[in-house]
Every structure is written in C-alpha cells, then in structure tokens.
C-alpha cells in the first residue's frame, strides 16, 4: 500500500511535527498501517479516525477503523475493557494529533521546480531555484520568489513582492505591487492582496481619491481564503501578524492590523483601521466596524456588528433571533416602538404608586 | 431579420424545451414574427414580453410588443373583447413560458471546438473532440472535459477534475483537483470550487491545518455565480445535487450538502457541514451556521441568521428594522435593557395584584 | 530627491487637478519640498501631512512634517504664534487639498504602450495605439480598448466591450460581452463586470433560466473594487452612473440603477431592479432587498438591511446591538415573545383602570 503508514510511524512524524511537544499513548499493535484518513462511519480497517466531539461516541464505539485517535476519558468511558478492534491512540489534544497525524498521510503532488510554459517572468525578477512558477502566472520586476515557492497557474505577483520560503499560491492569486507575503503561508484561488483602500475625500459634491501608498504584509503561517480580499494601507501599511487563518470572501479593510493567531470566518467584512488583537476568533459573517479595536481573545459570535470597541476578552454576539416570517413582523413592529412601552410602563408605575399613596392615606 | 421566429415556431421550441409540457394558446396571428425580448415599456412591434406581476398591468395595457405571454385571468381582465394589438400567448406559467421562449431566442455564439491558442493542456488529459478550451485556459492532468464543454479564456482545471456534457465555465473559473462538475452547468467568472475547507485544530496557541482531503460534487443544471466560493470536504465531499442555482460571492463551506433544486441568492454564506434540503429558497445575504440542518423547501428571508435546525419548511425571518438613526440608537439601547423592562412589569404585577388582594378584604 | 515637489509647485498642481477650485494660504517658506506623505506621527521632514479629525490635533501639534495642511480653526487652535517647524497649508477643504497634492506626489508607473508578449488579441478588435495590453490578457472580438487604458495581466475582455480612455484594469478583471466602461475609472482585480443576473422562473419544481440579455454600463470615474460583481440586466441594462465608487466584495443584482457619486463600501449586496440615488453612502455589509428604491443623498450604516423604499433622504440603521453572549440570550428569549410583554402590560392597563374607576365610586 504505498504511502502508508504505521502507527508507530505515524507517532513519530506527529511529534516531529508538534516540535516533540504532543505526545501519544498507543494501546494496540503500533506496526498496524493507515493509509488514510475517513470518518467514523465510513472508516475501514486500513484508515485513521478521531474522536473529539462527545456526541460522536456512538459512532466511535462501532467504527471500524484501524486506528482511533481519542482522549483518555473517551478511551475509558467507550473501551474501559481493552476489547476494541481499532489500535488506539490516546492523547489528551486528539484532534491536533489527529491533524499532524493527518498531515503525515496527506499525499504530496509537489510540481517540479522552475517555470511552467508559458509563465511570463519579467527578466529583473528573482526567483529561488527551488520555486515553482505555474503554467501563464506572471512575475513583475523586482518581485522575489523564495525557496520551495509554489506559484499557482495564472497567479500575478506585482513589482517588488516578495514572497517567503515554501509558501504556495493556488491558481489565479493576485498580488499587487510591493507587498510582502511570509514563509509557508497557504494562498488560495481568487485572493487579492494588496488591491487600493477605499479612500476619497468628498470635494464639491464628488470623490477625489486618496492614492493607497501603504502595502500589505503578511506574516509566517498565515491561510487566505479563496476570494478573500486584504486591501494596502492609505498611508502605512495593513498587518496580518503570523499564524492568522482567513476564510474566504473575507474583506480587510486598509491600515488593518490582525492580531498573531487569530481565525477569521467566511464571509467577515473589517472595515479600514480596525485593529484586532491576538487569538481572537471572528465567526462568519461577522462585521468589525473601522478604527475599532478588539481586546486579544475576542470570541465574535457569526452575523455580529461590532460597533465599538472591545476592551475585555469574551464572546459577543448581537442576532436577530429568526422566527415564522409572522411572528417577525409583530416582533419588528414591537421593536420599532419599544420606547412606547418603556413609556406605558412608566405611567403604570405612576399609576400604581399614585394609587398606593392614596389608600395609604 | 436573421434570428426572428414565428410565434408559432416559438411555441413549438418551448414545447421541446419544456419536454412537451407546457401549452400555450395564440390569440392572434401565429405566423407573426419577434427577435427579441423586450420590457412592456420598451417592446416594439418586434419584440416578445410578458406580464406576469399584476402590478404591471397598466404597463401590458399599453404595450407595443408584437407578443405578449400572459395567463388566462389577466388576458380576461386587460383584453376582455380581443382588441390587443400584440398576438397574445396564453398560459398558466406564462414566466415559464416565457423563459423558453427567450432561451429559443437568444443569439447562440459558440466557440469553435478545439483549444485555442496559448491554452496549456496536459498531455495527459482528455478533451473530448466536440470541447472547446479558450485562449490561456490551463487543463491538468488526468482532467476529463466531456462533450460541448466549453472552457473559457484563462480558466484553470485541476488534476483529475471531470466536467459534464455542455457545461459552461466563462473566464477565470478556479476548479481545484479532483472535483466533478455535473452536465449543463453553468459557472461564472471568478468562482472557485473545491478550495480547502477551514480546518484547524488549535495547539499550544496556533492553529494546525487538517489537510482537506474531500472534494467538491456538483450535479447536473447547477449554477454557480460569479465570485462564489465551494470548498472541498475535510474528510468526504462537498455535494450540490442538481439543478441547484447559486447566485454570486456565495461562500459554502467544506462537507455542505445542497438539496436538488434550491435556490441561493447573493452574499449568503453557509458555513461548513450544514445540510440544506430541496428546494429551498435563500435570500440574499442570509447565513447559515456550521452543522444545522434545514428541511426541504424552507424559505430564509435576506440578511437573516439561521443559528438552530429547522425541522419544518416555513419562511423565516429574522431581520432588525431599519430605522432613523436617532430611533435606532433609542432602539437599541432599550433592547440591551428588555430583561429590566420586564422585571419593572413584573413588579407592577405583583404591586397589582397586592393591591387588588388588599382592596378584596 | 526625485520626485519631490516644493509646496508652491504642489499648490499649484492641486489648483490644476481641482480645476482651479481649490485655494489655500501658505504660511511659512513655499520653497519647502516634499517627496511623500506620511502619517502625523512617523511624518519626517520631507513628507506631507494632513489633519481633518480633530481627534488628531494632538498629533499634529508635534509632528515633523515638513508641510501640513489643515483648516483655519485648526490653525488657530494649533499654532496661534505662527512657532510651527511645519509650512501649514491653510484651506477650508484640508482633506481634498491633501487627496489631490498626494495624487500629484504619488510615483507614477506607466507601463509602456502596445501588446504585452502572451496577450491574444482578437483580429477583430479596435485597441488605441496609446493603450497597453498586459501579458496573458485576452481581449475578444469587437472589443474597443481607448487611449491611454491599461488593461492589467490576464484580464479577460469580452466581445463588444468598450473601455473609455484612460481607465485601468488591475490584472484578472473580467468583463462580459456587451459592456461599456466609461472614462478614468478603475477596476480592481477579481472584479467581474457582466455576469448573468440572477432570474429563473419556476417550473415543475425545478428552475428555467431566463437569458440575461442586457448589459452592463459603467459611467466615467467610477472605481470597482476586488472581487466586486456587477451583474448584466436581465432585458434592459444594469446602470452604475458617473463618479461612483464601490469597494471591495460588492455584489450588484441585475438591472440596479447607481446614481451618480454615490459610494458604496465592502460586502454590500443589493439585489437586482434597486434604484440607489445619487450621492448616497452605503456602510459596508449593508444589504438592499431587491426592486426597492431608496432617496438621493441618504446614509446607511453598515451592516443594516433595507426593505422598504427609502423616501427622504437620511441616516438610517438597523443593527442588533452586541453584548455579551450571556445577555444575548437573554435578549434574543425576550425579543422572540415582546407580544407577550405588551398583552401583560396592556392587562396591567386594564387592571389598574379598573382599580381606579372602583376607587372613583
């Protein structure tokens, strides 16, 4: 079965990965091989699984999968007998084993190095040997392309971008002039990096613009979604520290700064100037108004503005509940006139207080 | 006039395309000719137009157009003794009807089969003879482009994907490797299937990526819009039965499942793992939350958050209503504080009550 | 330095680009050059600088910009002894002044006129001899490209388009068959121009599509931002009138009408046949519901949904305030049954009425 791997293979690609730091008990034979991974219900005998949401168990308890990634908890509450068919691998973080675990299998179709036909690379660019220039991408003047780079087919990558080690870009990214993308960052179809900031200022009833002078700069390990869009500074540049994860069709406002760590949803719109701080998660759809700044550890519940800043970590949400179309619009009606209420609660506390003093009397 | 038809010609094509199920009856002359489609407004003698939103009636009263579709009920109320001048064509679905019809009528310009020049295609893929692959379009390897595909200009097809008699990409559609896009689909310019998921396990304060190892399955008759993102599945697929219509920067997060015939207006995002049903209907800007799970032929009002499973097919709502902003910001603040407006009501109870006991003795 | 202006040519190149509208007073040496802007606080002595939020004043205050342009109050308020190490550039409409001056230091990369190598050019279309065709961009039959336009890197133009002088394609702009750009404008990459509209009609349960046969047309100076989509009418045209300027995300529905100078910021969607006036501002993820119309000259904050016509100009907003998720909940429960609270209160009406006209007696 090529590309497949023992378990106890497995175990020591995962701790190389995690920096030796995510160690494994495994209980079971570790020379039993997966060559894949699947889910719990679908798993056969030659595939990893995980369990980490409890509401799986069930599943997990029949599964047939060679090997099961889980927590020791789990382990003892589905297999306290030992009399399971999967080798087991217990992990206090069974998803991040998982992952790495999942890495490790993952097959590798790396394209050759050098240019693909048809690539139009302009002669004052550079690029590492070890990069791989796609079929018709386009490299402008002065851009430099690091070792082990994968540009995707019909990627453009603009005068004097510089793109860090084993970073890949999928087919058709857009980078514009002067920006700087770390190393191993993942690129995906559709992305635009670096496009002008929505800036104008109003003059006799029209819109002079503002020329977008700043650049985009993207740390190490950072994920774009595909048609996400990360606009460049006004003046000064927009961030995204490293490790950021971006969805698709996210829109990042110029003079941005994303804070290391953080994971933004699809679909989040973060107007210009907004700062957000580190590990903070913005769930999809979710709307950060400009110049705002939101405390490091923010959890923002999907489909919320946020309007003002956040100046404590915690989860924040702001939903219209959906209801039968009706009952919406007497709850909207209601809405529209909540200070009519506030105003008849008000006469009846006068009332009753009135009437209180009175037999008081 | 090159491309005209006779109404009775028309009548016949939509009776082929609608596979013999939808009759209409002529009132008027059938050998009269239109070459076009036209608003009540602007139709000329010419020309084909219907009614079929009753608020357009005084507009169809008075149209010039050569043709007119239109039911039975308003055909009675508007020409009640036949005096038209337009030839009047009768039908129930006259919206359907008239779709047909200017399917028939539309100007078919076909790219010659073949590649044209600049496209890169991988020695190892298949086009089939009757395909037609536009100008810098780059096919991968192992891809299977079937019957009458047309491929347009700068379009990418990755490794192993397979594409369905007559399908449609216009330029720049990004389809990752390994999808499969069904029979008489139509995908618009800048849309991307089958990039990764957003799959990560959080470790020690960073995010590890769970390679995405599912694909992207698109039935028949889908339509993608513009900008529009799928993803690919973490471990399985990513599934749009057919006949699905999605309009444009829709995001579809990784292991959806989209049931046959519904319908997905612009900007909606659902997010991953959610299971629509059939024949629903999405409006524009709606979201969908991750693992929920929505019954057949529901209907979701734009800009509405669907946050728990709908068990039973409805229109839903859940929107805040526009208002002054003065009102809003009065609005608003009441409702951060509805708990307290509902404790002072519970007081005022309990004061009334007490009252009325009191005045009872 | 290259490029550098001294503020006497910069004020003079501004009353040129405003048409001679634009005065300002200079106070201190006009002889100053300057080669750039920069932000208040990292401003050197060779940048210039602007001040319009008076949030900002302090900023100002100790800047060492070279020259700063800023109101008269502000100056007063700033530098009443004239002390300033700054020329101050003293003009009622600071902001604008600042916009042009930057437009006029801003490096100005033309790429040179012609064919770039890659580019298919239909034989058929009419390209001025002062445009530039970028590498890899496909420009169709028919298509008519003005002088001065740049048409970025795999752009992909359509048969018949046409583009009005001196407006620029970023690289990977799309544009359908049929559409007309005007002057001076600008497009993002990933922008789509011209994509079918969104019109099925129902059938037997599933979708027939109606040909989308209009077109889109794009006044002059209008910028489009990435990833942005404008869809062709469905009969008849979609119309994006003169100066208007959309960011990033955008999602435009067949057959809207923009008036002129309208701006219309990131992850907007309207729906198709909605009429925006001239000179309305719509905050980013606003949505507005299809057919609508809305007032010349009105505000929308962002994330609000409009859905009903908007008839006086205005601020309008309609947005779920955020809080804690806890208090959401609470809210939200509360939201769901505001009939509830107003049966009790009116209950409570009648109660105390009842006391009252009891205690009358």
Partial sequence: MPGALSIDQLAAAVSALAGGDLSARIVGDGR???AGVATLEQADTDHLCFLANPRYRRLAAVTRAGALVLSEPDRQELFPD???????????????????????????????PGC??????HPAAKLDPSSSIGPLAVIDEGA??????????????????????????????????????????ILHSGCVIGADGFGFAPFRGAWVKIPQTGAVLIGDDVE????????????????????????????????????????????VGIAGSATIGRRCQL???????GHITIADGSVIAGATAITRDIRQAGFYTGIYPFMPNRDWERSAALLRHLDELRERIRRLEASVRAQRTESDR
């Fill in 32 to 34: 039993r091989t997966v």
């Fill in 82 to 112: 030992g009399s399971q068919a999967s080798v087991l691998i217990v992990c206090e973080a069974a998803y991040a084993w998982f992952a790495f675990a999942a890495q490790s299998l993952a097959p590798k179709i790396e394209p050759a």
């Fill in 116 to 121: 693909a036909p048809g690539a139009v690379v």
């Fill in 144 to 185: 430099c392309i690091g070792p082990r780079v994968q540009v995707g087919a019909g990627c453009t990558v603009g005068r004097g971008v510089s793109i860090g080690e084993a970073t890949r870009l999928y087919p058709g990214v857009r980078i514009y002039h002067g920006c700087r993308i770390g190393a191993r960052c």
């Fill in 224 to 267: 774009v979604g595909a048609g996400t869009t990360i606009d460049r500074g006004a003046i000064g540049d927009t961030v995204i520290e490293e490790g950021v994860k971006i969805d698709n069709l996210v829109q990042i406002g110029h003079n941005c700064r994303i804070g290391a760590h953080s994971a933004i949803a699809g679909c």
């Fill in 283 to 289: 769930g999809g759809a979710s709307m950060i108004q």
